[in-house]
């Protein structure tokens, strides 16, 4: 099984400041099915990122991924107040997924 | 509109038994990729189990042999049958779905799961 471990734990930023989150696989992720989502309190997931690095669906473009193989990171270049949460990603590979333990983005 | 409904959740005892539904409007179960996830209390997320558009299914290790999915398409819906229940199984359940295999983009609301005695 791929274990995905996520950096940092926990992120203190401002609004306006661009955040960094990182998702490293225990293996090479194939052929890059690694997404991001993120969680609101009490509310469910949301799909961010497929493939990597294509935005999914409405998601605005201060949202960004990156990567291949074993290290990925996702890139929100302006936070806005929406944007703290908890983030996620996620892998499949031999029709299993896991996810990363989170990254939770507060206000500094 | 394109939306999934689960129901089913509630308070059992340790080895009991629970089924989910997922009821989805605005598209088809059977084309789709649905999956269950989990969500433990205060905790991170956690894949059950898939059922792919052409019938296979597969489920994480922590619920083989324990856990089923199906879906009626009839009713176009999807089900998680949940036997030998245990305190580790408490959890948020979601119904997710993807046109594609890899990724979530189609989330329930959840419906709660709490086995205790």
């Known amino acids: 099984e791929i274990v995905l471990t996520q950096s940092p734990g926990t992120l203190s930023l401002s609004p306006g400041e661009r955040a960094t989150l990182s998702c490293r696989a225990s293996?090479?992720?194939?052929?890059?099915?690694l997404a991001w989502y993120q969680q609101k309190p009490g509310q469910a997931p949301r799909l961010l990122i497929y493939?990597?690095?294509s935005r999914a669906t409405g998601i605005p473009d201060r949202f960004s991924g990156s990567g291949s193989g074993t290290d990925f990171t996702l890139t929100i270049s302006r936070l806005e107040p929406e944007d703290f949460a908890v983030y996620y990603c996620?892998?499949?590979?031999?029709?299993?997924?896991?996810f990363g333990q989170g990254t939770k983005l507060e206000i500094k | 509109e394109v939306q999934l409904v689960e129901s089913g959740g509630g308070l059992v005892q340790p080895g009991g038994s629970l089924r989910l539904s997922c009821a989805a409007s605005g598209f088809t179960v059977s084309s789709n990729y649905m999956s269950w996830v989990r969500q433990a209390p205060g905790k991170g997320l956690e894949w059950v189990s898939v059922i792919y558009s052409g019938g296979s299914t597969y489920y994480a290790d922590s619920v083989k042999g324990r856990f089923t999915i199906s879906r009626d398409n009839s009713k176009n819906t999807l089900y998680l049958q949940m036997n030998s229940l245990r305190a580790e199984d408490t959890a948020v359940y979601y119904c997710a779905s993807s046109y594609t295999p890899d990724a979530f983009d189609i989330w329930g609301q959840g419906t709660m799961v709490t086995v205790s005695s």
């Open positions: 293996q090479s992720v194939s052929s890059s099915y």
């Open positions: 493939g990597a690095s």
């Open positions: 996620q892998q499949y590979g031999s029709s299993h997924y896991t």
